[in-house]
């Protein structure tokens, strides 16, 4: 099934959508898309009341001009729009909370929403639908970088259940895009008692990073769908770093163009957590896409309990 089934766009209204529905084109004319939506969220789309006094012919609904904006927009930067099955929602309310709601009636399977690229940390909007979507959700970057005809996907593995239904995605994903290349990197740190073997430090971390790949390939092997040619490569974390500064640095080596990181775990309740991995690729500078992968069936069964109570 394609990620990019049920697809919702999150506007904000700035400069950024721009870039964003440039984003959003690409991505969506990879996949087989059955339904796009678009939503733009204010928390309220009443007029001033000073305002309407003072200027008593603006009695245009706000809803109906922001739609006519938006639509112009969407029209101008969404390649071939014409032939989707498209809905443009003008919603009053908390966006995020707004956002989050309708991504669960629209059953979407994933939500695109913007990214800063400039270090600073991401928008409170933005993380809270991360962690509450039953989706998943792509982070697009303020700046794009190059459409390379040959991109690469950077996928970290824990070795989780998580990780198998990020793996998994990330393979039908790779299909969409011709020639594509998928590297699933596995972190790992020398402990700190390994003086403790008689073995060096260097020794130990070529042990580690033999075991590394091994799982890695077992991990990937055992998939099923391999189908793609997956590289494999076992990322030693420094001694002053973290997880984090491993995979940034990778990125960076091996010129991603996009990051898939799996949701903290299969159960709800944790996926609503970001893990610190996560927070800190979105808080970055760092000038990529990331998709935060999450299992769409999972997520929506624990809503429809709560729905229930």
């Known amino acids: 099934m394609s990620l990019f089934r049920r697809t919702l766009v999150a506007l904000?209204?700035?400069?950024?959508?721009?870039?964003l529905l440039e984003h959003a084109s690409r991505h969506i004319a990879m996949g087989k898309v059955e339904?796009?939506?678009?939503?733009?969220?204010?928390?309220?789309?009443?007029?001033?009341?000073?305002?309407?006094?003072?200027?008593?012919?603006?009695?245009?609904?706000?809803?109906?001009?922001?739609?006519?904006?938006?639509?112009?927009l969407i029209h101008k930067y969404i390649k071939n729009i014409g032939s989707y099955n498209y809905e443009l929602m003008i919603e009053e309310g908390d966006p995020a909370e707004t956002i989050i709601k309708m991504s669960k009636r629209k059953q979407v399977d994933i939500v695109i929403i913007g990214k800063n690229s400039t270090g600073e940390r991401t928008g409170s909007v933005a993380r809270k639908v991360a962690s509450f979507?039953?989706?998943?959700?792509?982070?697009?970057?303020?700046?794009?970088?190059?459409?390379?005809?040959?991109?690469?996907?950077?996928?970290?593995?824990?070795f989780s259940d998580s990780s198998k239904d990020a793996l998994e995605q990330t393979e039908e994903l790779a299909k969409l895009?011709?020639?594509?290349?998928?590297?699933?990197?596995?972190?790992?740190?020398?402990?700190?008692?390994?003086?403790?073997?008689?073995?060096?430090?260097?020794?130990?971390?070529?042990?580690?990073?033999e075991i590394s790949e091994k799982k890695l390939d077992n991990f990937v092997a055992q998939t099923g769908k391999s189908e793609h040619d997956i590289k494999t490569e076992p990322v030693l974390i420094g001694e002053d770093e973290s997880?984090?500064?491993?995979?940034?640095?990778?990125?960076?080596?091996?010129?991603?163009?996009?990051?898939?990181?799996?949701?903290?775990?299969?159960?709800?309740?944790?996926?609503?957590?970001?893990?610190?991995?996560?927070?800190?690729l979105l808080s970055s500078d760092i000038n990529l896409p990331i998709l935060i992968y999450k299992s769409k069936g999972k997520a929506l069964d624990i809503f429809n309990f709560f729905d229930r109570i």
């Open 12 to 19: 904000d209204g700035s400069e950024k959508d721009k870039k």
């Open 35 to 72: 339904k796009l939506y678009f939503i733009h969220v204010q928390k309220s789309l009443n007029l001033p009341k000073e305002l309407t006094d003072k200027y008593p012919d603006m009695l245009s609904p706000l809803d109906e001009s922001i739609s006519k904006t938006m639509d112009a």
């Open 133 to 158: 979507a039953p989706c998943s959700v792509l982070f697009a970057p303020e700046l794009l970088p190059e459409d390379r005809t040959t991109p690469n996907i950077l996928l970290p593995l824990n």
């Open 177 to 209: 895009v011709k020639d594509s290349k998928v590297i699933a990197i596995n972190c790992f740190r020398v402990p700190h008692g390994y003086s403790s073997t008689g073995k060096s430090y260097e020794e130990v971390a070529k042990i580690l990073s």
């Open 243 to 280: 997880k984090f500064d491993a995979i940034y640095k990778t990125a960076k080596e091996v010129s991603a163009d996009l990051i898939v990181v799996g949701s903290k775990s299969r159960t709800f309740m944790a996926s609503m957590v970001l893990s610190s991995t996560a927070e800190k």
